[in-house]
Nanobody, 124 residues
């Protein structure tokens, strides 16, 4: 079992940046592919980005491609989401998810472990 804790959310103006962190504890994190999802009020939880267990493969939703960067430091059991050029439509609760597989997936149901989420609010 792995436990996930997100941090780094907050309030930022449009055009600003935030870096989210997802800290894992429990089993060795290097065996887990990891994804970031987000959920805005009244909307479904949607895929944002994913990274393979060793960090060699990444994927992004079209809406964040070129603005967000996912990375991981397995020595620190942490995955990051660097978010630049933020827009008001990026406002949501951001969730970190992990699954015991090497290959990253964009599908929410493929992830067995979830964090509690961190709020990101982008003002216009």
């Amino acid at each position: 079992q792995v436990q996930l804790v997100e941090s780094g959310g907050g309030l930022v103006q449009a055009g600003g940046s935030l870096r989210l962190s997802c800290a894992a504890s429990g089993r060795p994190f290097s065996s887990y592919s990891t994804g970031w999802f987000r959920q805005a009020p009244g909307k479904e939880r949607e895929f944002v980005s994913a990274i393979s267990s060793r960090g060699g493969y990444t994927d992004y939703a079209d809406s964040v491609k070129g603005r967000f960067t996912i990375s991981r430091d397995n020595a620190k059991n942490t995955v990051y989401l660097q978010m630049n050029s933020l827009k008001p439509e990026d406002t949501a609760v951001y969730y970190c998810a992990a699954d015991l597989r090497p290959v990253a997936t964009i599908t929410r149901k493929d992830y067995a472990h979830w964090g509690q989420g961190t709020q990101v609010t982008v003002s216009s």
